[in-house]
Structure formats: C-alpha cells, structure tokens
C-alpha cells in the first residue's frame, strides 16, 4: 500500500517553513525520507524507527506518529538547496527481522525553494 | 568511496525486445535493491537481494526478474518489453538491510518505442 503524501506541491521564499506528511492505512515499521533533484538520484535524509529511533544526518527534522501511522518532515528555514522532490518510504514489517523488508514509496511532493 | 554505478544510462529498446540493466553497490554493501521511477506512480519498488538471495519482490509481473552475484553486483532484466515499461529504473543499496541509509545510483533511463 503506498503512502500518501501531502501537500503535492509547494512553494515557498528562502527562510520559509514548510512541513510534508507522510501517512499510511498500515502499522508502520519505519519511515524513510529521501529527497531528490531534478535530474539526480534521490538522496537520503532521515529514517525514522518504531520505539522513537531516529537516524539523520542533516540539519532537518521529522516526527512519527505510530498509532496514527503518520511521519511528518520539518524543514525549517529553507534554503535554495532545499528545492527538490522529497519522498517518503515506508516498511511495514512486523518485528525487527531482516526478512520482508520492503520500501514503499509516496508519490512525492515537490518543493520548490524562492529567493 | 566510489558510489552505485548503473550502465548502461540511457537505452532506447522496441516494444517486444528484452532488456538487462546492471547495477554495482558501492563496495561492501550487501542489499541490493530496484526500483521504477516514472512521473505518474513516483518511486515503485521492484525487488531486493541480499547475499544473492531475492529476500522481496514488489507487485510487478513476471517479466521483470533479477539477480545478485557473489560480488553482490546485480542485473536486472526486463523480457517482452511494453511501451509502458518505459522508465528510469534505479537502483539502490545499502550495507544491510533493514533501516540503513540506501544509496541511489543515477538510474537507467528506458525508453520503449
């Protein structure tokens, strides 16, 4: 079942915030943020864990709901840099195995950065 | 660290021909896994490997197949093309999987004509 993610689209000025949504009609294992620019391939952000596990590596933000199978993105005072496609995964496994581990994707939502 | 490579970039192929596509984790990765990208249905996945073995697929008919090698480079191939098989299909690995940082390649544009 693939995520929904909201909005589609949006546009803001540089120093802006914005916020994406990321919610699934299934119990979520995981949460993964990716984001990709026109042209690139998409590029690792942040990956959320059920029990509250974050693991990031830049300077955005990212809540998950578990009960209500939701993950939201925190861009906060956005850059130029930010503008791109930003996409949630989700991993729906029950347990910690290795075993059917499989991301499913949003349809993204892009987010375009003005001056 | 050298990243994913995929080859060929681009590939223009007719409806009915078959296609493989390759892809080269970065070293020491062992999860291997594929996806379609195409404007309307975003990132679908396709299948993953880990230690040659297909650990999951996604709701894709059977004539998109794949493999891993003991080097963990893996070929992905596409048999009877159809015009909506048309895609860029990525490729991403990890070092382990579940819940690790995936690397992306830059994909293999597939056009089908």
């Known amino acids: 079942q693939q995520p929904v993610q909201s909005p589609q689209a949006v546009i803001l000025r540089e120093g802006e915030d914005a916020v994406i949504n990321c919610s699934s009609s299934?119990?979520?294992?995981?949460v993964h943020w990716y984001r990709q620019k026109h042209g690139e391939a998409p590029v690792f952000l942040m990956i959320l864990l059920k029990g509250g596990e974050q693991k990031g590596h830049e300077k955005i933000s990212a809540s998950f709901n578990e009960k209500k199978q939701q993950s939201s993105l925190y861009l906060t005072a956005s850059q130029l840099s930010y503008s791109g496609t930003y996409f949630c995964?989700?991993?729906?496994?029950?347990?910690?195995?290795?075993?059917?581990?499989?991301?499913?994707f949003g349809k993204g939502t892009l987010l375009t950065v003005n001056p | 660290k050298a990243g994913v490579t995929q080859t060929p970039r681009y590939l223009i192929k007719t409806r009915g021909q078959q296609v493989t596509l390759s892809c080269s984790p970065i070293s020491g990765h062992r999860s291997v896994s594929w996806y379609q990208q195409t404007p309307g249905q975003g990132l679908q996945f396709l299948f993953e490997?880990?230690?040659?073995?297909?650990?999951n697929k996604g709701n894709f008919p059977g004539r998109f197949s794949g493999r891993q090698f003991s080097n963990s480079r893996s070929e992905m191939n596409v048999s009877t093309l159809e015009l909506g098989d048309s895609a860029l299909y990525l490729c991403a690995s990890s070092l382990r999987s579940p819940n690790t940082e995936a690397f992306f390649g830059q994909g293999t544009r597939l056009t089908v004509v």
């Open positions: 490997y880990f230690s040659e073995t297909q650990r």
């Open positions: 995964g989700t991993d729906h496994r029950e347990g910690s195995g290795g075993s059917n581990y499989k991301l499913t």
């Open positions: 299934k119990a979520l294992y995981s």
